[in-house]
């Protein structure tokens, strides 16, 4: 069964200062991994996604995100962070070639990432 | 507008008064799906529907009911609810085949904040 871990619950960092979300994962086969962003009473919205290529990928309001194999971790990242980016972070992950269950997203329980001045 | 959209986004009933929750999206997507999000749980899937007709239980089915008669609509049943079922609930679509733009990626409704008492 495919499985994501937050292991913390918050996350505290200074305006301006680097920011790191840690995610990892645990699928049977090559994951599909997302990050999505919840703003207090919105929706989640999409933040990047790893599927195949380059282990960094990009995403949106200058996120970032490293696909590590060896170690089956997604963490996201942000060089500079701003208190706007606050909000509750959430780490997913889907197996497309877990048979029966290829189509399920599976969520983290989520960060809670406050950024103060 | 791409979108998703629920409705009631705040309701409170009382237990056994059977309520829907309505959900809406105009993007042509065949992939849709339902979620409650609870303290220290994350999201976590109720059911699912991969297209017109087709629906499967998530994780946490029990207690509610969905159908699908309509590409665009994917409602959220609960015939006789209960007090465990206080949460907020979210309605979600993607496109389901991999070569379509936004494969993958789930757009969410602003969710539906129920009480039952």
């Known amino acids: 069964a495919q499985s994501v871990a937050q292991p913390e619950d918050q996350v505290n960092v200074a305006e301006g200062n680097p920011l790191t979300v840690k995610c990892t994962y645990s699928?049977?086969?090559?994951?599909?991994l997302f990050w999505y962003v919840q703003y207090p009473n919105r929706g989640l919205q999409f933040l990047l996604k790893?599927?195949?290529?380059d282990n960094l990928v990009k995403g949106s309001y200058g996120f970032e995100a490293e696909f590590n194999k060896s170690q089956t971790s997604f963490h996201l990242k942000k060089p500079s962070a701003l208190v706007s980016d606050s909000a509750l972070y959430f780490c997913?992950?889907?197996?497309?070639w877990g048979g029966g269950t290829a189509s399920k997203l599976t969520f983290g329980t989520g960060t809670r990432l406050q950024v103060t001045l | 507008e791409a979108q998703v959209t629920q409705n009631p986004r705040y309701l409170i009933t009382v237990t056994g008064k059977k309520l829907t929750v309505t959900c809406s999206q105009n993007m042509n997507h065949e992939y849709m799906s339902w979620y409650r999000q609870d303290p220290g749980l994350g999201l976590r899937q109720i059911y699912y529907?991969?297209?017109?007709?087709?629906?499967d239980k998530g994780d946490v089915p029990e207690g509610y009911k969905v159908s699908r008669k309509e590409k665009r609509n994917f409602p959220l049943i609960l015939e006789s609810p209960s007090p465990n079922q206080t949460s907020l609930y979210f309605c979600?679509?993607?496109?389901?085949?991999?070569?379509?733009?936004?494969?993958?990626?789930?757009?969410f409704g602003a969710g539906s904040r129920l009480t039952v008492l």
């Open positions: 979600a679509s993607r496109a389901r085949h991999e070569g379509r733009l936004g494969a993958n990626v789930l757009t």
């Open positions: 997913a992950v889907r197996d497309p």
């Open positions: 790893y599927i195949t290529g």
């Open positions: 529907s991969m297209n017109v007709e087709v629906t």
């Open positions: 699928v049977s086969g090559n994951p599909y």
